[in-house]
């Protein structure tokens, strides 16, 4: 398992004042000032300011008598085999090393790999080993200082020169290891040999969002708050494009551009997958250890932002009331912000009486899980129950998709490389581990948190197929084209098992955006419909009929002199039938109260009835393939 | 006072109904009665302007409630209690028998203020629903 992130090997003093005041002093100076400066700061430096161990690489000469360490040489392919170092003089200076105290890590045709202390580099070579702050990109694309180690030898930073010591013969020089960070973690998911699904594509399919992808349907226009950990840049977003206000910090939290956890960075993920053109506004309520605090408080702040919808992937678990000041104030919230015609969505939970997430005015996102097979059941890591708090409201509403117990690593997300998720998470074997690095920036993992910004986005795809669509509509369309699901049981704390037709396991069953989107399309149809005027096809040409030449003139009777031969009429120009009408492509429906249309001039035809709108719901909900449209 | 504090508090200030009715316990708030408990807004703005010049900063009104943040000193002061940091990241007023409460005392609290109060109280811990829970 390779490292957590962090200085690199040559790196692990920790910052100070001093050392911050080096530096800048050696910046301001020459080389050589630069070096006389560090080694005088150096020298009030405190012994424990440096590692234990300081790594290196030590050069054998090399044969072609050039030293690999030549100022200004750029080593090749073409010249490389100039610098391999004969055999023996290699093992002489292994075991010079080796005697002094040094580690021997690893030895290659080039080069010795070695560590050891500050004290034994300086008795060995006679320098003196100085500890600099350079500012360099870490990881995660962060700019800092990172501590770099130097010598008063040479002019070349790091570089030891052993040539007045009794490793001179047998060495050309030792280069001190610098920092090393990861590269920025990759924008496509690492390949795990296990059962799992992908974002955004596997998410996107299995909630039936490609189909109202490709009718236009992606969430343009539509914004969606998130109040979680926070959110962190990764390329898996800006690569793809997706759209991200700066992060809005809740009551009492800090650095906005990090995500500690990495919750909200990961869980953001799903809401892209279902509906990538919205515009993601996050607020973040946790501190750096990953709590959540002031979740109340911070959701007020997202409501303030105006959104269309807030995404909410946490809970608190309340099975009785009565609720405590805090908890109706939160109630307050939720209730205000749907009144004020913003769609809330909440996780059910994973096994929690999930809080707010069993208020009635919440879409309630319980858990379905998707085979490889493309069978679904119920979810046995989420919640779902007969609310105790509100009487007759059933959690969850409908699903999204979730994986199993015991982990339900089953969504490989996106995530700060090295936050908490990608620690916690990484290794082992599935599904008690998701079996990629701590540090890759990837994690699996999913819950009614993954399943909550799933539903937001197709929520975000509603609204912008018909704006104005109130919260319990949008609900309701939601409840309505869910696929069904029949089989499995719910989280062992509740036992609930999925029937067919709605239950407690997954609510209505399986969200299904394509569905939802036509149904909400439909219920934007303006009332009266603007009729489609049928394309009339232009008439044929009529075939011309042919000239009928006058019959000549039959000579009279020669009563008069012959006269010469006139046409009795002149011959007219070629004039079409009809003349030819220009095409006019059909106008898709218009949108409610967008106006009367390009065609109300020419409108005829029936109108659809409230009747007709409902029986064409009812068709596309009961369509094995509704079309796209 | 930064966020980086880690002696920065957030509370939920809790105003009573403009109707007159009470926030009882049992009592459930939904989009449908919301209404009815709604505070007076002239009682919100001078529950804000009063907190305000006290030194906390105030958040806006959603339902019923606004945050507001402070040092932990003037919490203290403010509302004559001890502030107790806890494990989870939150915080807990703790009364003379050393009893932990959420809810802040208001007994220290101008009566111009208190008057226009429910509670002042802070939030319990939530969890992120992503992760394994027992």
């Known amino acids: 398992m390779a490292a957590k992130s962090g200085p690199g090997r040559g790196g692990a003093v920790k910052k100070s004042t001093t050392k911050k005041s080096t530096t800048k002093k ?3 100076a020459g080389s050589s000032r630069r070096r006389e400066a560090a080694v005088s700061a150096a020298g009030s430096r405190a012994q424990a ?3 234990d161990r300081i790594y290196a690489l030590a050069s054998p000469r090399s044969i072609g008598g050039v030293s690999l360490f030549e100022p200004g040489l750029l080593v090749t392919s073409d010249i490389v085999g100039n610098f391999v170092s004969d055999e023996g003089a290699t093992e002489r200076a292994v075991g010079l090393l080796a005697d002094a105290g040094f580690e021997i890590l690893q030895v290659n045709a080039f080069t010795i790999n070695i560590a050891g202390s500050k004290e034994l580099y300086e008795a060995a070579f006679g320098t003196t080993i100085v500890a600099e702050e350079r500012l360099t990109m870490k990881q995660q694309g ?6 770099y180690f130097d010598t008063t030898d040479t002019a070349v930073p790091g570089l030891i020169d052993p040539s007045t010591t009794r490793f001179g013969e047998v060495l050309e020089g030792i280069a001190i290891e610098e920092p090393a960070y990861l590269a920025a973690p990759a924008a ?3 390949p795990v040999d296990y059962w799992h699904l992908d974002v955004p594509a596997d998410v996107s399919l299995g909630c039936n969002a490609d189909k109202a992808h490709r009718g236009g349907t992606t969430g343009t226009g539509v914004t969606v708050a998130m109040v979680d950990t926070g959110w962190q840049s990764h390329p898996f977003f800006t690569d793809r494009g997706y759209r991200v206000d700066p992060t809005v910090l809740g009551p009492g939290t800090a650095n906005p551009a990090i995500d500690e956890n990495g919750h909200g960075t990961g869980e953001s993920a799903n809401i892209f997958a279902t509906a990538p053109d919205v515009l993601l506004k996050p607020v973040k309520t946790a501190t750096a250890s990953g709590a959540l605090v002031n979740v109340t408080a911070a959701f007020n702040a997202a409501v303030a932002l105006g959104p269309d919808i807030i995404s909410n992937s946490w809970t608190s678990d309340i099975q009785f009331g009565p609720l405590s000041a805090a908890m109706q104030a939160r109630e307050a919230a939720v209730a205000a912000a749907w009144a004020s015609g913003i ?5 059910a939970g994973n096994g929690h009486w999930g809080f707010p997430g069993q208020h009635p005015d919440v879409i309630s996102v319980g858990g379905v899980d998707l085979a490889r097979d493309g069978s679904l059941r119920a979810s046995d890591y989420t919640s779902g129950f007969m609310s105790n708090i509100y009487p007759a409201r ?14 339900a690593q089953s969504i490989m997300l996106p995530v700060p490389e090295g936050c908490q998720l990608d620690v916690s998470l ?3 074997t599935h599904p008690n581990g998701d079996e990629t690095p701590n540090n890759d920036g990837w994690a699996a993992f999913s819950g009614t948190s993954a399943a909550c910004p799933q539903v937001a986005g197709v929520c975000a795809l509603i609204k912008q197929a018909c704006p104005r669509l109130a919260p319990a509509e949008v609900r309701e369309i939601l409840m309505t084209t869910a696929r069904d699901v029949t089989t499995g049981t719910n989280h062992p704390n509740f036992g609930n098992a999925a029937v067919a037709g709605p239950d407690t396991a997954t609510g209505n069953g399986l969200v299904d955006a394509h569905r939802a989107v036509l149904i909400a399309k439909l219920r934007c149809v303006v009332v009266p419909i603007t009729p489609i005027i049928p394309f009339r096809p232009v008439l044929p040409i009529q075939p011309f009929r042919p000239f009928q030449p006058v019959f000549p003139i039959q000579p009279f009777q020669p009563v008069f002199p012959i006269q010469p031969f006139r046409p009795v009429f002149p011959i007219q120009p070629f004039r079409p039938v009809f003349p030819i009408q220009p095409f006019r492509p059909l106008q898709p429906f218009a949108p409610f109260g967008a106006g009367p249309g390009p065609f109300a001039e020419e ?6 009835s409230a009747e007709d709108l409902s029986n064409l719901e009812q068709m596309i909900i009961e369509s094995p393939e509704p079309p796209v449209f | 006072m930064t966020a980086n504090d880690p002696n920065t508090v957030v509370a939920l200030a809790v105003l009573k109904p403009a109707s007159g009715k009470a926030l009882r316990p049992a009592l459930r708030l939904t989009a449908e009665n919301l209404a009815s408990f709604e505070p007076d807004p002239a009682a919100t703005l001078e529950v804000q302007r009063q907190l305000r010049v006290a030194g906390f900063e105030v958040g806006p009104l959603v339902g019923i409630s606004m945050a507001l943040t402070g040092p932990a000193k003037l919490f203290e002061r403010f509302f004559n209690t001890t502030l107790d940091a806890q494990a989870d990241g939150t915080w807990m007023s703790v009364d003379r028998r050393g009893t932990p409460r959420r809810e802040l005392p208001l007994t220290a609290v101008p009566e111009s203020l208190s008057g226009l109060l429910y509670a002042v109280t802070f939030e319990p811990p939530a969890e992120a629903v992503g992760e394994d829970w027992p």
Not at chain 1, 142 to 147: R, Y
Not at chain 1, 603 to 608: A, C, D, T
Request: glycine share 14%.
């Open chain 1, 26 to 28: 050696a910046a301001e």
């Open chain 1, 49 to 51: 300011q440096y590692p």
């Open chain 1, 142 to 147: 962060i700019v800092e200082e990172a501590t």
């Open chain 1, 188 to 190: 496509f998911p690492p």
């Open chain 1, 343 to 347: 769609v809330v969505v909440f996780a």
């Open chain 1, 394 to 407: 059933r959690v969850p509403d409908l699903s999204g998709l979730v994986g199993m117990r015991p982990g």
């Open chain 1, 426 to 428: 990484s290794g082992g």
């Open chain 1, 603 to 608: 409108r005829e035809g029936q109108q659809l």
